[in-house]
């Protein structure tokens, strides 16, 4: 057999694998070119991607099940490139996600269409659209699982964790190591909560042997000890006195974290909302809160000056005290400030990654005090 014609079975066959009804192979294969053609175009509004979309699969038959897919996933890439655009500021994103229906992930053709342009973009543009149809506003369905300077930061909510557990529960290669890249950062900046434990048994299961694999499930072991429920480790700190203390003198106490530095902006902006909710538990007798400096040793002015400056008075206010990095720093994991975290009266872990003040963690020290 010729080289051509295997290619042409080889196309055939994979089309027939890829789509479901029954089709005429060869007008499914020429629509999905033209399709591809019709969607080389710069789109300015939401409207002209609806029309364009719409447009398109009104000239597709309707059992071209192929076709049909294949002008889904450009509506699906091109509706995602442009929220990306307008930072999902347009008004008229709004209706984007009432055209979009259910696709596979393990779809042979979904998985071509991603794998040609960029795997985890094609698929974050997907859900953004998915959770947006159900309701969410684009803030909350957007992927906060990578960090970039296009969006303000956010933490990873219930729609990220969803996302991770349907993507490492289909059987895509290529998806999976996207998304294994992008769990590299979540983990190592925020540990490993109750949500990310649970993606563990998933990408055992059915993510494919590699270093990939091996380096993801390693970084599972390293964050284990600071999960919730663990027991919390008592490094020893120092307060401005010199006096020596560990969480371990405050059992019976719910313990409240604020982990901050000197140098560090955005702690010192958030302090204020650290302090004011301080205030509201003041004279609970069931609570404290407190304050752990990583500066080193060599800056203990600065950081006595920025208590007193920053009117932290009210708070247990502690260091290390190192001139590298401490044991503090080592046993939680402190690889960037700041960091919140609340410890239970029986000095386990609540958590070692909580939301500021202002973002949740009330409900948290709530919760925990009520347990």
Known sequence: MKPLAIATLFITLLMGNACSGTIDRGTAWTSQESIDSLWQKEFKTAQELVDNFTTIGK??????????????????????????????????????????????????????????RDTARFVDHYYTLKFMQEGCSFEDSRDGITITVFYHPRSMNGNDYRKLREVFSCKNDALHIAYMKKLKFPISNSGCN????????????????????KDILELFDRYKDTMPGEPAPTPPLKDADGKEYTFAQFRGKVIVIDIWATWCSSCLAKMPDFIALSEKYKGDDDIIFMTVS?????????????????????????????????????????????????????????????PPAGGGLDEIIRNTINK
Not at 70 to 75: I, P, T
Not at 200 to 209: A, M, S, T, Y
Request: proline share 3%; hydrophobic share 35%.
């Open 194 to 213: 109750d949500e990310l434990a649970a993606i563990r048994p998933l990408i055992e299961q059915n993510v494919k042997p590699g270093k990939l694999k």
């Open 294 to 354: 990583i500066d080193r040793k060599e800056v203990r002015e600065s950081w006595l000056a920025a208590i007193e400056k920053r009117k932290m008075g009210g708070l247990l206010n502690l260091t290390p005290e190192c001139s590298e990095q401490s044991q503090f720093e080592s046993d939680y994991h402190i690889s960037g400030v700041p960091r919140y975290m609340v410890i239970d009266k029986e000095g386990k872990i609540v958590t070692a990654y909580a």
């Open 59 to 116: 000239q597709l038959a309707e059992k071209d099940s192929c076709g049909r897919l294949s002008n889904l996933c450009q509506y699906i890439w091109h509706s995602g490139e442009y929220m990306f655009k307008c930072r999902g500021k347009n008004d008229d994103i709004s209706m984007l996600s009432k055209q979009i229906s259910d696709i596979s992930l393990d779809n042979k053709i979904v998985e071509s269409f991603m794998v040609e």
